[in-house]
């Protein structure tokens, strides 16, 4: 297991070695290489992952005295499984999705480079190689990006990406600092194991430290995953070329759910800040998910989809959920990647047909045809109530008697349920010639995700954090007092509710709105189409800033 | 005679405004050697001169160095001209090595570090020599797309960049992070300006190299560098990324 850890991230960097030897002479040749090298590292992070889940004892392989540290735990022989999978996939994909393009070896070798950097920072035992990697990826991704050397749009958001990782880079470099000089050690298994011994250490102005330093991890992993006012990178950077289009949505951008669950140790002692995370990921999860509705180009409400996603995401951090945050991440890198890299076909399905719904007449008069339906409103409504109650009544039969007083069980389901709500909301806008069978498409879709949460979760949360006390404080962090929670939980079943309701109202009057109601939603509208200004505010800051220093030049005689 | 010593040193290891000085001689300079040479001896006299000092420098002159570090990483973003921005970068990297002398564990290890520093502005200012003679000025937005016209030149430029803005593995990353790390405690403030100096870097770099690489190819072709040509800056730059990694010793 020794060689094995480092092999992981030593395979992509060889192959991007060997790939960039190659690059004078071959052509395709150069993309066969660089698919060995991702199918070896695969097989390394398979290897891994398989020894972890036969029990295998976490350990740290080290390089140097002072860096260098690799650690093979649970999450970091999961992650390295997913990243290489994902990039075997990209590399697979590319191989002849990129024949034509400019700089094709160029490409391989910087996707080969991504992987590695991507594994070394899911295996940093230390908090200097883990800065280098996060670093790195950032740069990384900026030449990827720009892989079109031609396309000035494709190097602006490039560079957009650029700096909002350089932001969060330095975050958490200030809070690599205020760690070392804490515990006088990079170690990250030493660190914590202080920060355990003694949870109340004060830092710079009296702050506690723990609560600084988790408020520092959680901003840099905000940058890193498109939270709320550090987003605007993702939706603009779909100028880069389809694969890493896929890589970055798939992989690069869940980076903040894993730096949250790398720390997990330190944010079990905070008081306060999971409850942060936990509003931003709320507040990104609806202001993505609204500006996706919004968009009329496709490649930009994926992007919304991916900042919808990971708020979602960062809000399982911030209730505790920090397992079923890296099964989200998972599940959500597998369907966006697919989406991404389906992209081409849908593309060449669409020159066929172009997808639009005929309408109900026409299919009834010319056609000949039933009409479609579409799936009676309260069944659709009891539903989303129903079956979340059936699942909760089996997992306290089936689990454990006292699911109900486990917060973090019901948080589990509670996540399991809003997805399911919003998986029946997008399908109760499909219209049907058998609705019987798309009825039992919806209730099984719904049951495996309500079970999927709860389940599938609980087995992550076994794997990734076997002690299970240490789960039990990771929830108590997170945790809030039982009124809220019963409040929050009432007024999110409030929302679905009055959702069901609106539908049932705009199918009933179609959709008009009267008086100030009207004005108010054409405000609204207004405001989400231009994605909340937030995009201009920053190009009217950068161009003033940059204005600023011209000026100063100016005055000071460019001297 | 201390206060005299630090003004020659506010020289070497520019001070605004004494920094002024050295920007308008290295604009005024006009070949490559002496461009070299100002750039790989003008740190070194002030380490020299900062050696025979008695202690260590007054706190105020670190934040007076680093806010100078962040005032010229600022206005390089602004910067088209590439031999101007070699000379801001330049000014904004040698400043910081006040804050580094505070905890540097020897002088040898500073004289290293402030080499390490001027190296990549070294291949840069080579570089620009070769872009003004392919295109009479290297000026950003005139010459771009050297990425499809010169590509060998150009991937010497982006490493030259990534290099001087502080970058994994180039020497400048662990340098800053050692900085940061020791100046964070004593010196919080001076500590975030030093920060944000660095993420300026990182934006003045960005736009240089939008500038100059980015874009289509000139309508006349033009010669790019031969492998003989680029094979020494190369090996220099895998030899700064080594030193980098063995951190100079500075992360202990």
Not at chain 1, 251 to 279: K, S, Y
Not at chain 2, 34 to 51: D, E, S, T
Not at chain 2, 80 to 95: E, F, G, H, V
């Amino acid at each position: 297991m020794d060689a094995l850890v480092p092999l992981v991230f030593l395979v992509p960097l060889a192959s991007a070695l060997l790939t960039l030897t190659a690059l004078q002479g071959l052509h395709r040749d150069s993309a066969r290489i660089s698919i060995v090298g991702a199918f070896a590292t695969f097989l390394c992070a398979s290897s891994l992952l398989g020894l972890a889940l036969a029990g295998h004892t976490s350990d740290e392989i080290r390089f140097g005295t002072t860096w260098g540290v690799l650690l093979f735990d649970p999450l970091s022989s999961l992650m390295a499984f997913v990243v290489s999978g994902i990039s075997l996939i990209v590399h697979v994909y590319s191989r002849r999705y990129m024949a034509e393009e400019r700089g094709y070896a160029t490409f391989f070798v910087l996707l080969d480079l991504m992987t590695a950097a991507l594994l070394l920072m899911v295996t940093a035992g230390d908090l200097i190689t883990l800065l280098i990697a996060w670093h790195l990826i950032g740069v990384l991704l900026y030449f990827l990006l720009g892989q079109d050397s031609t396309s000035h749009t494709a190097h602006r958001y490039a560079a957009w990406t650029l700096l909002t990782y350089r932001f969060g880079d330095l975050l958490l470099l200030l809070a690599a600092a205020l760690l070392y000089h804490a515990f006088g050690t990079w170690s990250l298994h030493g660190i914590f194991e202080q920060v355990a011994d003694a949870p109340d250490v004060r830092t710079l102005f009296g702050l506690p430290l723990v609560e600084t330093v988790a408020g520092l991890v959680a901003l840099s992993a905000f940058a890193r995953s498109a939270q709320f006012l550090l987003h605007i990178w993702l939706p603009y950077t779909m100028s880069g070329p389809t694969p890493v289009s896929a890589l970055m949505h798939a992989g690069i951008v869940n980076a903040g759910g894993f730096l949250i669950n790398r720390f997990a140790p330190l944010f079990v002692h905070t008081d306060g800040v999971l409850h942060w995370i936990f509003v931003v990921g709320l507040v990104t999860a609806v202001i993505g998910s609204v500006l996706m509705l919004a968009q009329n180009d496709i490649k930009k409400a994926l992007g919304y989809s991916t900042m919808g996603q990971m708020g979602f995401m960062i809000m399982e951090c911030g209730v505790g959920a920090f397992s079923l945050a890296v099964y989200h991440l998972i599940a959500h890198g597998l369907f966006k990647g697919t989406l991404f890299l389906g992209a081409g076909g849908v593309i060449s399905e669409a020159r066929e047909d172009d997808g639009v719904p005929k309408d109900d007449l026409y299919t009834f008069v010319v056609e000949r045809r039933s009409a479609r339906q579409r799936q009676p409103w309260l069944l659709m409504a009891a539903v989303t109530l129903v079956v979340p109650v059936t699942i909760l009544v089996l997992a306290h039969w089936l689990v454990a008697e006292d699911f109900f007083q486990k917060q973090g069980a019901v948080v589990l389901l509670f996540f399991g349920w809003v997805t399911g709500a919003q998986l029946i909301f997008s399908t109760y806008r499909m219209r049907t010639e058998n609705i019987w069978r798309l009825m039992g498409m919806i209730l099984f879709s719904f049951t495996i995700v309500v079970l999927g949460y709860t389940f599938i979760s609980h087995a992550f949360d076994v794997f990734l954090y076997p002690d299970e006390a240490f789960r039990s404080q990771i929830y108590a962090a997170a945790g809030i007092d039982i009124f809220w929670f019963d409040t929050l939980v009432i007024l999110m079943s409030l929302v679905v509710v009055f959702g069901w309701l609106v539908t049932y109202y705009t199918e009933q009057n179609g959709r008009r709105w009267k008086g100030a109601l009207s004005t108010l939603w054409h405000g609204f509208y207004t405001l989400v189409s231009r994605e909340f200004f937030v995009i201009n505010a920053y190009a009217r800051l950068s161009g003033f800033l940059v204005a600023a220093a011209t000026r100063l030049n100016v005055l000071l005689r460019w001297s | 005679m201390t206060l005299l010593g630090y003004l020659v040193v506010a020289l070497f290891l520019p001070l605004f405004p004494i920094s002024m000085l050295f920007n308008r001689l290295y604009a005024r300079v006009g070949t490559l050697r002496a461009r070299v040479f100002l750039l790989l001896v003008w740190p070194q006299l002030g380490l020299l001169v900062l050696a025979e000092l008695p202690g260590q420098p007054p706190t105020w002159v670190v934040h007076w160095a680093v806010v100078t570090a962040c005032f010229y990483a600022f206005r390089a973003v602004a910067l088209r001209d590439l031999t101007l921005w070699i000379a801001y970068m330049a000014t904004s990297a040698w400043s910081l090595l006040w804050a580094m002398a505070l905890f540097a564990p020897g002088d040898m290890l500073l004289v290293l570090q402030a080499l390490a520093f001027s190296a990549p502005f070294v291949l840069l200012a080579w570089l620009a020599s070769r872009i003004e003679l392919l295109f009479g000025a290297a000026y950003a937005g005139t010459c771009g797309g050297l990425g499809q016209t010169a590509p060998r030149l150009s991937v010497l430029l982006v490493f030259s960049i990534l290099a001087a803005v502080g970058t994994p593995l180039f020497p400048g990353f662990f340098a800053l992070l050692a900085t940061t790390a020791n100046l964070l405690p004593v010196l919080p403030g001076a500590a975030l300006v030093m920060l944000t100096a660095w993420f300026l870097w990182a934006w003045a770099g960005a736009q240089m190299t939008r500038g100059l690489v980015v874009g289509p190819a000139a309508d006349e072709p033009k010669p790019d560098l031969g492998l003989a040509a680029t094979l020494p800056p190369g090996v220099l730059l895998a030899v700064l990324a080594v030193a980098g990694v063995t951190s100079l010793g500075y992360l202990t």
